[in-house]
């Protein structure tokens, strides 16, 4: 049985629509991280704390866990803790690009295989007016960088660069791969 370490609605769907079934199973871990750490180490480094969590509780099952972050000349935007830092901080991306690392670990049995995927995002210029109105849908408040993609957060997208259900929150395509390959060695 496949096991989501994630209460992400955005990584739910995304296994549904690629047809998984599984059950979610959502980790708790301390998510702080050391300063001046790589992104990329970052996300590898949360998402696997938050499959072995899991894989503790359901060591008979396949685990996935991702963790996703947004970063904007070398910072990190997360969540926004109100309606001003994610003003703040969709105007730090207005005009700009970013990235968009998800980090992810798949344990099944003793096999561990952990990841990152990175996508370049450019935004078009964001009124103060638009920005105002788009975080008064409450829709930032929950999304890493206070964007949605999948959401109203797409009219603010001129470009980007790699893979798309990336910046949703897991790299579907690559996740289906790795979960292919373990079911192939098992059988």
């Known amino acids: 049985m ?3 370490a994630s209460s992400s609605p955005r990584r739910s769907e995304l296994l549904k629509m690629a047809g998984y079934e599984f059950t979610v199973v959502p980790a708790k871990i301390n998510e702080t991280f050391l300063r001046g750490t790589p992104p990329m180490q970052i996300v590898e480094q949360l998402s696997t704390h938050k499959a072995q969590a899991v894989a ?3 060591p008979e099952d396949t685990v996935l866990a991702a963790d996703t972050i947004v970063v904007f000349k070398g910072r990190i935007l997360g969540k926004p803790k109100d309606a001003e830092t994610a003003k703040a901080m969709l105007k730090l991306l207005s005009g700009n690009v970013h990235q968009v690392y998800t980090g992810y670990t798949v ?3 003793s096999r561990l295989l952990c990841g990152h995927e990175c996508t370049s995002v450019e935004f078009y210029p964001i009124s103060p007016a638009a920005i105002s109105a788009y975080v008064a849908t409450g829709e930032p408040l929950d999304k890493a960088g206070a964007y949605g993609i999948q959401g109203r957060g797409a009219l603010f997208v001129k470009r980007i660069n790699g893979d798309f259900y990336n910046i949703v929150g897991l790299p579907i395509a690559k996740i289906h791969r790795i979960l292919n ?3 192939e060695r098992s059988e």
């Open 181 to 183: 390959n373990l079911q």
């Open 107 to 109: 344990i099944s049995g």
């Open 2 to 4: 496949l096991m989501l």
């Open 56 to 58: 503790k509780q359901h």
